[in-house]
């Protein structure tokens, strides 16, 4: 189960930015939306590329392999952003180091943290292996989401409220599905984690998939609204780009985040890896071969990782352009050629609306995305943390008591 959340937990920080773009109360309805359709899709289905190959043969099976490559190498460049924006600022409070320092840089700490961690993880053979290894991550984020609700009732307060904050929905909703979608997607290694069940069934897998997609559910709206309601239209891709340098409570959950994906990396790695292996290897990769793909892959990940620094940007392409195919179209047009019901059945009905959703959130999704670029505050300072008498970061974890005036975090929040 903790190997289906793991890609989730690693992607909380976007969650409260895809509330900015839909607008808090639509927010949460998207998000039951999304996971609805996320697990329904998962428990019915025995094996995706089968099922698209029987379906549209080998172009469709091609498309898909495509599609199902792309997103978890994606992920994996995402994984390295995260991993280099974290870090760079926790090391940039250890006494004497210099924030200029090429040691702390983004590039420096990605390639050591692919080097060390990230590569010799991705090596592994069996999936099995990482089971330990989500758990844990499970546990950091539960930690983590623990540090974002106490700064929602301690920060909170003194963070200017932008005009639209609580408005219903947002013309970037589209978008916002997108940012939901990629998040909750777990078709890509669902049949890995089945495979890596002991005895596994049918009834295990459903189970395995409902308590999976209920916990983080409950997980991604609590922190989505915790971290909105914190900065609200000031929210960024990253949410750990809002939260200022010298917050060290937030410095320890940038911390542990950062190991969390460090962790949930090599089961972005391992789905990529089994795309190639299927494709170009018959789905049989020797010793030798599976060192040098999975190299390969780590490295280019490694590379496109140097040259974006922006996250918000990359989950929503990623969202619209294959998160969006992969859970709302392509199983629907399958479903739909596949079945015999007459087009009035319940479930071929649902089928039509979901392809149609799916299909007007990626156009739409996409042209919103090209036409309204969102801001990232690459790695910058927000403004309200300017102020050198914001001694309020340095107090005690445990204390909820602000120490500071209103007026010296409420200064040009909103520009």
């Not at 359709?37 to 998962?42: A, E, K, S, Y």
């Not at 190498?73 to 250890?94: C, E, H, L, P």
């Not at 019901?341 to 919103?368: A, Q």
Request: proline letters at 4%; a neutral charge; aromatic letters at 14%.
């Amino acid at each position: 189960m903790f190997n289906l959340c793991g890609h989730l937990f690693s992607f909380l920080l976007g969650l409260p930015f895809s509330i900015k773009q839909a607008g808090l109360p639509l927010g949460i309805l998207l998000f039951f939306w999304v996971a609805y359709v996320t697990g329904g899709i998962l428990s019915g289905t025995h094996s995706y590329q089968a099922l698209v190959r029987k379906t549209f043969g080998l172009p469709g099976y091609l498309l898909l392999s495509l599609l199902q490559f792309l997103y978890p190498f994606i992920a994996m460049t995402s994984y390295n952003i995260i991993i280099g924006d974290t870090f760079g600022k926790v090391f940039q409070r250890i006494p004497g180091v210099d924030p200029g320092n090429f040691f702390i840089s983004r590039h420096f700490i990605i390639g050591v943290a692919t080097v060390l961690f990230s590569l010799p993880l991705s090596l592994f053979r069996d999936i099995a292996k990482l089971g330990k290894v989500s758990l844990i991550s499970a546990v950091l984020t539960s930690v983590i989401l623990i540090f974002v609700i106490i700064r929602a009732f301690t920060l909170g307060p003194y963070i200017t409220r932008t005009e639209d904050a609580l408005v219903f929905a947002k013309p970037s909703a589209l978008q916002a599905v997108g940012v939901m979608s990629f998040t909750f997607i777990c078709h890509h290694t669902s049949f890995l984690v089945y495979s890596s069940l002991k005895e596994p069934t049918v009834a295990k897998w459903s189970r395995v998939i409902h308590i999976a997609v209920v916990i983080s559910t409950f997980i991604s709206i609590l922190f989505a609204t915790s971290g909105y309601l914190t900065f609200t239209g000031l929210t960024q891709g990253d949410l750990f780009e809002n939260y200022c340098r010298n917050d060290d409570l937030i410095n320890v959950g940038r911390f542990l985040f950062g190991i969390t994906v460090i962790l949930s990396y090599p089961m972005e790695c391992f789905v990529t890896r089994e795309v190639v292996a299927n494709v170009f290897f018959r789905e049989n990769l020797s010793k030798r071969y599976h060192a040098i793909v999975t190299t390969v892959i780590v490295i280019m990940a490694t590379a496109l990782s140097m040259i974006v620094d922006c996250l918000g940007i990359v989950l929503d392409l990623s969202g619209v352009l294959c998160a969006v195919p992969l859970i709302f179209i392509i199983p629907s047009v399958c479903y739909l050629k596949l079945s015999e019901e007459r087009w009035y059945h319940p479930d071929k009905i649902m089928s039509t609306v979901t392809l149609l959703n799916g299909v007007v959130v990626m156009i739409v999704g996409f042209v919103s995305i090209i036409l309204y670029p969102d801001d990232c505050s690459h790695g910058q300072e927000m403004a309200y943390c300017l102020s050198t008498n914001a001694s309020f970061f340095n107090n005690s974890f445990s204390s909820f008591e602000p120490t500071i005036q209103p007026s010296v975090l409420n200064t040009s929040t909103v520009q």
